[in-house]
């Protein structure tokens, strides 16, 4: 029973840090970010072959690959999502397909299974509550919250961060104040891509390198964006631990395969029952007015 | 576009018009054709199309010929796709109707035994009423999160598959009853690609299409015109759907099997990709982007996992650089003649 | 329910999370009767007729329409009872051709049922309505895609899609706005020609001037409140709409300070 708890703890909060990237685009430019999976595993790609192929230091590697994938986001925006953008439905074929294709080609490259595999940042565990957690878990925690903290400062006390605010909220009004949306939104995608890359670098230790992780990672930060509500941290938060304890509960009870089941169902069910989320403020989600 | 010909102090500017050929405007309406000429002009690009898909069976080799079949598949899905855009829903799913439909006739086939020639025409028939039945829900969503919706249903149910393992799990039902012969099944999937194609667009020139187009200028305003949308979008997608069943039955009975890869990503991603690259709305696109990228793709040897690369990453720069497509644009050129004028 | 009253407002009111748009409301329309509703802006005029008609959700109260509840419907349904609308921001199906734009509410179920059930006969209805709202019948205006017409056309064809729906309420949201003198001058006989034809009709407007030459009675609406209800020459002199008025932006007719 301990041991569930402080699994699914874990489980949550290894979810928040991944959703993080994705909530912040979507919550700015409006665009969801199909790519987000393709990103994710971009930036733990980058990392592993500037670590084993170019011998570089460890946390060089990190830092060097969630900046390029950082660019990569931008370049996305820039290069592709400028020229469709208000067009809804192109944007979602542009993401949508970038990311199918940058996901597709590292498969077809061979990019899975037991050559790729990054180092823990620390090796080792302790003991908590009866139940062993590695270092790298209890550091992706941490990681996960002093992200939300910083991007809560960030949002609430920066001018840049106050910008994402205004355009997140009322656009037209936004725009008045000479808030660019179009390089709020450029800036957007920029760090939710990086975000998706320290979200990936960070994870991937705890097992290998894999490219279905991309497709699932990206249904698992759709459910949680869509069932917490996008604009709300606080959303964020409650849908990863929703999801977080449910996949240790179904994979246990029932049988791993059903955790993807209840994923992709509870989305079908949000979308249908209250289509802002649980703590979204609704945003001409329906048609009708 | 404006283009400055000049550097000097009183430069020229110029600009792009353009206006309709001359044959055009005379022949646009069925009562004005006054000559041969004008009536060719119309019918010729279409009845060279339409005998000339015909024909190609008879000319091309076995390994052609499968092409072909595959062709016709892709291009139903995605006239099937095109059909549901046209009611204002964007589909990124199209493999949950394909699946569904594949599974309807390979369940009826194997624990029922009926033939394919029965198994087909109900596949495609439940499959589109359960496919509109499951989306009913989330026909009010604004379009990006329809399409989520639909993006996630076919993972759904491939993921149930294999953890309940129904309909023989991950193996997939096999040994089902195959089709005649090869001349057979590429003239039925031909045969139920020109039926969906004339079929969508004689609706979409009736009161029916009508009332889908004005939906996707005002809904609010056919609302208050005492016109349910929400049904007419159902049908719609019933009648989507359906098409794409149908597709999906057909192959169950080509192939002789059907597993979880009915569902795959392959099936939702490739009819997008060809009416996007062919030109979305007037259906004649979707044909058209079948009929390149599929045949382009299986002529580069070796492409293997990279076919769906090479579809994703077409439909982006389509998308990007021609969004109205080849077809529109051909059309366009064909209609239309440019030149440039000077402005004032 | 009173024998003659085609539509009972019953303590309508309407909150959006915080904000209180109506509250309160009640009002009844006999029929044949041509109401008026006026208010400064913001006071929830066009809260109230999407309420009536179907286009939002009331938070309280009840309408009741011929008798029959039709609190919180579709809008499609409102409209297949016989209540049309016209809409303040005129949008026409721009890709249609303008007489095309009318056929659609001749889809209805409301419509279907009279005559035109045959593809093609619908599109001499369609013109027939067009010559009724001002298009010239022989010209290539019908013809021509909504998207290219002037906004009074598009006023008038919002009329004509009205009419079409053969309704026994019409519901005319800021009809005049944006419209020019002459274009007014155009639209208030096709308005007048509803009167007499005995239809029920609710007009929300700003210009008063025009508003009061057509209407028996008149509502105002002031910070989603109903303060007063009268003949014009009444409302008018009441001081809490002059209170009302005096407060905010003047509008056009020149009866402002």
């Not at chain 1, 830092?63 to 999502?81: D, E, K, N, P």
């Not at chain 3, 057509?214 to 002059?242: C, H, Q, W, Y």
Request: overall charge neutral; aromatic content about 12%.
């Amino acid at each position: 029973m301990m041991g569930m708890l402080v699994y699914g703890t874990v489980n949550s909060c290894i979810l928040v840090l991944m959703a993080i990237g994705f909530s912040l685009t979507f919550g700015i430019s409006g665009i969801a970010n199909f790519a987000y999976g393709a990103l994710y595993i971009t930036g733990a790609y980058l990392a592993w072959h500037f670590l084993n192929s170019l011998g570089l230091f460890y946390p060089l590697s990190i830092a060097i690959s969630v900046l390029i994938t950082g660019l990569i986001g931008v370049v996305i925006y820039r290069g592709f999502l400028f020229r469709v953008r208000g067009i809804p439905l192109s944007e979602v074929i542009v993401t949508f397909g970038l990311g199918t294709g940058m996901l597709e080609a590292y498969r077809s490259i061979g990019l899975t299974g037991h050559g790729y595999k990054l180092p823990p940042f620390v090796d080792g565990s302790l003991e908590l509550f009866g139940v062993y957690i590695d270092y790298q878990r209890l550091i992706i925690i941490g990681l996960g919250i002093v992200l939300l903290l910083l991007l809560w400062v960030f949002t609430h006390h920066t001018k840049l961060g106050l910008a994402f605010r205004g355009m997140a909220q009322e656009e037209e009004t936004a725009l008045a104040f000479g808030i660019e949306p179009e390089s709020t939104a450029q800036a957007s995608f920029g760090v939710g891509a990086g975000l998706a890359a320290v979200a990936g670098v960070a994870v991937l230790p705890l097992s290998l390198l894999n490219v279905e992780d991309g497709s699932n990672i990206l249904i698992l930060v759709l459910a949680v964006g869509i069932v917490g509500g996008l604009e709300s941290t606080f959303g964020i938060i409650t849908a990863s631990f929703i999801f977080g304890f449910s996949q240790i509960i179904v994979s246990t009870y029932l049988s791993p395969l059903y955790s993807p089941v209840v994923t992709l169902v509870s989305i079908v069910l949000i979308l249908t029952l209250k289509p802002s989320g649980l703590f979204g403020s609704s945003k001409e989600l329906e048609e009708r007015v | 576009m404006v283009w400055n010909l000049d550097k000097s102090a009183e430069s020229v500017k110029y600009r792009k018009e353009r206006l309709d050929r001359g044959i055009k405007v005379r022949s646009d309406s069925i009562y004005s054709l006054t000559s041969y000429r004008e009536a060719l002009y119309l019918i010729l690009p279409r009845a060279l199309t339409v005998v000339g898909i015909l024909v190609l069976p008879l000319v091309l080799d076995e390994y052609w010929t499968r092409v072909l079949v595959i062709t016709c598949v892709i291009a139903v899905l995605a006239l099937s796709w095109d059909f549901i855009a046209s009611a204002g829903m964007f589909s990124l799913g199209q493999g949950l109707f394909f699946g569904i439909g594949g599974y309807s006739a390979g369940v009826l086939n194997h624990y029922l035994g009926m033939p394919p020639v029965v198994t087909i025409p109900i596949a495609t028939g439940l499959g589109g009423l359960l496919s509109g039945i499951l989306l009913l829900p989330v026909l009010r969503l604004r379009g990006v999160y329809f399409a989520m919706v639909t993006f996630v249903l076919p993972l759904i149910f491939r993921a149930l598959i294999e953890a309940t393992g129904a309909f023989q799990g991950l193996e997939g039902l096999s040994g089902l009853s195959p089709l005649p012969n090869l001349q057979v099944a590429v003239y039925v999937i031909i045969g139920g690609m020109f039926v969906c194609f004339f079929g969508f667009r004689r609706l979409m020139d009736s009161d029916y299409g009508l009332i889908l187009k004005a939906m996707l200028d005002n809904d609010r305003a056919v609302m208050a015109g005492g016109i349910n949308i929400y049904w007419y979008k159902a049908q719609a997608l019933f009648l989507g759907a359906a098409a794409a069943a149908f597709a999906g039955a057909f192959m169950t009975h080509y192939y002789r099997f059907v597993g979880i890869s009915a569902f795959a990503l392959d099936n939702s991603v490739l009819p997008v990709a060809a009416a996007v690259v062919g030109g979305p709305g007037g259906f004649a696109g979707a044909l058209l982007g079948a009929f390149i990228l599929v045949p382009l793709c299986e002529s580069l040897r070796n492409i293997g996992s990279w076919r769906i690369v090479f579809y994703s990453f077409s439909m982006v720069i389509f998308v990007v650089t021609v969004p109205e497509g080849i077809f529109h644009y051909i059309a366009r050129k064909y209609h239309q003649y440019e030149k440039w004028v000077e402005m004032e | 329910m009173e024998a003659g009253h085609i539509l009972e407002v019953n303590n309508l009111g309407k909150r959006f999370g915080g904000v209180v748009a109506l509250h309160g409301i009640n009002f009844r329309l006999a029929k044949g009767e041509f109401v008026g509703v006026i208010g400064p802006n913001g006071s929830g005029k066009s809260t109230l007729v999407n309420l009536i008609t179907g286009f939002l959700k009331p938070t309280s109260g009840s309408v009741v329409f011929k008798g029959k509840d039709i609190t919180g419907k579709m809008p499609y349904v409102i409209a297949n009872r016989g209540i049309a609308r016209t809409f303040q921001m005129a949008k026409a199906f721009d890709h249609l051709p303008a007489f095309k734009n009318v056929i659609i509410p001749l889809c209805s179920r409301r419509v279907k049922k009279f005559k035109g059930g045959q593809y093609g006969e619908r599109d001499d209805i369609a013109m027939d309505l067009l010559e009724e709202v001002g298009f010239e019948r022989d010209s290539a205006v019908p013809y021509k895609t909504a998207a290219g017409l002037p906004h009074g056309y598009l006023k008038r064809l919002e009329l004509a899609r009205c009419i079409a729906l053969r309704a026994d309420l019409v519901v005319l949201d800021e009809l005049f706005s944006g419209m020019s003198m002459s274009e007014v001058a155009t639209a208030l006989p096709i308005v007048e020609k509803l009167k007499t034809e005995r239809k029920t009709i609710l007009m929300v407007e700003h210009r008063l001037k025009e508003l009061f030459r057509l209407v028996d009675r008149v509502i105002v609406l002031n910070f989603g409140a109903l303060i007063a209800e009268g003949t014009p020459a009444e409302v008018m002199n009441s001081d809490a709409v002059k209170a009302a008025y005096l407060g905010s932006e003047e509008e056009s007719d020149g009866s402002a300070a």
